[in-house]
């Protein structure tokens, strides 16, 4: 590698209050890492700082909160990185993913810390873009926002899995699709492979701590627009999927209630399986519901705990500095003390001698020397 690292971190899971802690925020280079689950964007933090994150080696998130990396240093400069889940995540539903990184994304650019750039992974083992992978596209682009897309890397990844001419194939389908990459990249975003080694994720880095930081929409929206969550552009992405969804939902169980009514005539174990997807199926509308209508209400929760804790923490290290001064004080205190309280050094014989002789008149004490010896050897010999 060609840094210093920090190869001790873990992932820091208090999150943006504690990247608050760091010596100073205005020279740190915070960078985003997003993209669908499985993508590699731990292994990803893993190879550019040195790091052993958790990785998953199939479908399951192994991200399914906003996590930060430890401080390290490249070309002696402070970088953190940011990884959050995907809005495909398989355990936590895409409202509350949506509410975690608004929240992140809030806090941190309230507190002056602005993103560097943001890296956006993308497998280019898949063989086609289904839904999914449009889908988390576009909830990134609402969260970006077009005036940012110069300080955005589309990173693809699993070149391994791939034959080199296959993957390049998809390569250059990806930069032509009008619905996906394209527009993007017409925008002023750029792509680039990444080869699974340290030297490249931290090349790619290099490329993003170039970048003159700016501040995304949902950034500008929730802080210097002051939006509610559920009117920023992803919020409004978000509720009309909810709408498509809850559309696709009703006509799924008209078809079941017909099918129900149909199956009076048929076996008790037709019906009975009928009525289970049709309970299952109003659970997920009900759950899906609540979860879009409480969005604003739970996002205003979680920031006013964010708040608190970040209020606490400012307290905590304004004690901790007053403690510090009050202890150089003491301190200080102590050692005028100690310099009133010491004896003087014993003198030298030398020393003595010197302080003796101060204020004598050795002119005087020269001329009585030399008329003594006058006298003397005037006296006559024995």
């Given at each position: 590698?060609?840094?210093?690292?920090?190869?001790?971190?873990?992932?820091?899971?208090?999150?943006?209050?504690?990247?608050?802690?760091?010596?100073?925020?205005?020279?740190?280079?915070?960078?985003?890492?997003?993209?669908?689950?499985?993508?590699?964007?731990?292994?990803?933090?893993?190879?550019?700082?040195?790091?052993?994150?958790?990785?998953?080696?199939?479908?399951?998130?192994?991200?399914?909160?906003?996590?930060?990396?430890?401080?390290?240093?490249?070309?002696?400069?402070?970088?953190?990185?940011?990884?959050?889940?995907?809005?495909?995540?398989?355990?936590?539903?895409?409202?509350?993913?949506?509410?975690?990184?608004?929240?992140?994304?809030?806090?941190?650019?309230?507190?002056?810390?602005?993103?560097?750039?943001?890296?956006?992974?993308?497998?280019?083992?898949?063989?086609?873009?289904?839904?999914?992978?449009?889908?988390?596209?576009?909830?990134?682009?609402?969260?970006?926002?077009?005036?940012?897309?110069?300080?955005?890397?589309?990173?693809?990844?699993?070149?391994?899995?791939?034959?080199?001419?296959?993957?390049?194939?998809?390569?250059?389908?990806?930069?032509?699709?009008?619905?996906?990459?394209?527009?993007?990249?017409?925008?002023?975003?750029?792509?680039?492979?990444?080869?699974?080694?340290?030297?490249?994720?931290?090349?790619?880095?290099?490329?993003?701590?170039?970048?003159?930081?700016?501040?995304?929409?949902?950034?500008?929206?929730?802080?210097?627009?002051?939006?509610?969550?559920?009117?920023?552009?992803?919020?409004?992405?978000?509720?009309?999927?909810?709408?498509?969804?809850a559309k696709k939902h009703r006509e799924e169980l008209e078809a079941i209630r017909a099918e129900?009514?149909?199956?009076?005539?048929?076996?008790?174990?037709?019906?009975?399986?009928?009525?289970?997807?049709?309970?299952?199926?109003?659970?997920?509308?009900?759950?899906?519901?609540?979860?879009?209508?409480?969005?604003?209400?739970?996002?205003?929760?979680?920031?006013?705990?964010?708040?608190?804790?970040?209020?606490?923490?400012?307290?905590?290290?304004?004690?901790?500095?007053?403690?510090?001064?009050?202890?150089?004080?003491?301190?200080?205190?102590?050692?005028?003390?100690?310099?009133?309280?010491?004896?003087?050094?014993?003198?030298?014989?030398?020393?003595?001698?010197?302080?003796?002789?101060?204020?004598?008149?050795?002119?005087?004490?020269?001329?009585?020397?030399?008329?003594?010896?006058?006298?003397?050897?005037?006296w006559p010999a024995n």
């Amino acid at each position: 590698m060609n840094s210093q690292q920090d190869t001790n971190g873990s992932m820091n899971h208090a999150n943006a209050d504690e990247l608050r802690q760091t010596r100073s925020v205005e020279d740190v280079i915070l960078i985003a890492v997003m993209g669908a689950t499985g993508t590699g964007k731990s292994t990803f933090i893993n190879l550019a700082s040195g790091m052993n994150l958790a990785v998953g080696d199939d479908l399951m998130s192994c991200t399914s909160e906003v996590t930060y990396s430890h401080e390290f240093i490249l070309d002696g400069r402070r970088v953190i990185l940011m990884d959050t889940p995907g809005f495909d995540d398989t355990t936590v539903s895409d409202t509350d993913i949506l509410r975690m990184i608004s929240l992140h994304l809030h806090t941190t650019y309230e507190h002056g810390v602005i993103l560097s750039g943001i890296l956006y992974l993308h497998r280019i083992s898949d063989p086609r873009m289904g839904g999914i992978t449009r889908r988390n596209f576009t909830m990134f682009r609402k969260l970006c926002g077009d005036e940012t897309l110069n300080n955005v890397l589309i990173i693809t990844t699993m070149w391994g899995l791939v034959d080199p001419e296959r993957g390049a194939a998809r390569e250059r389908q990806l930069r032509s699709d009008g619905i996906l990459f394209k527009p993007v990249l017409e925008s002023g975003a750029h792509m680039i492979r990444h080869d699974n080694t340290p030297k490249c994720a931290q090349d790619i880095l290099r490329m993003i701590m170039k970048n003159r930081p700016q501040v995304l929409r949902i950034q500008r929206e929730l802080v210097d627009e002051q939006k509610d969550i559920s009117q920023t552009g992803a919020g409004a992405e978000l509720g009309r999927e909810f709408a498509e969804l809850a559309k696709k939902h009703r006509e799924e169980l008209e078809a079941i209630r017909a099918e129900l009514e149909a199956a009076h005539r048929a076996d008790t174990q037709t019906r009975k399986e009928l009525e289970e997807c049709r309970k299952q199926l109003q659970t997920e509308m009900e759950k899906a519901k609540t979860a879009h209508e409480h969005l604003s209400q739970m996002y205003a929760q979680e920031k006013k705990q964010t708040n608190e804790r970040l209020e606490l923490l400012r307290q905590e290290l304004d004690a901790e500095k007053a403690a510090g001064v009050d202890r150089q004080k003491e301190l200080r205190q102590l050692q005028a003390q100690l310099v009133r309280n010491t004896p003087p050094p014993a003198e030298s014989p030398e020393q003595l001698l010197a302080a003796g002789l101060k204020g004598i008149d050795m002119a005087s004490v020269k001329a009585i020397c030399e008329t003594d010896v006058r006298k003397i050897d005037r006296w006559p010999a024995n």
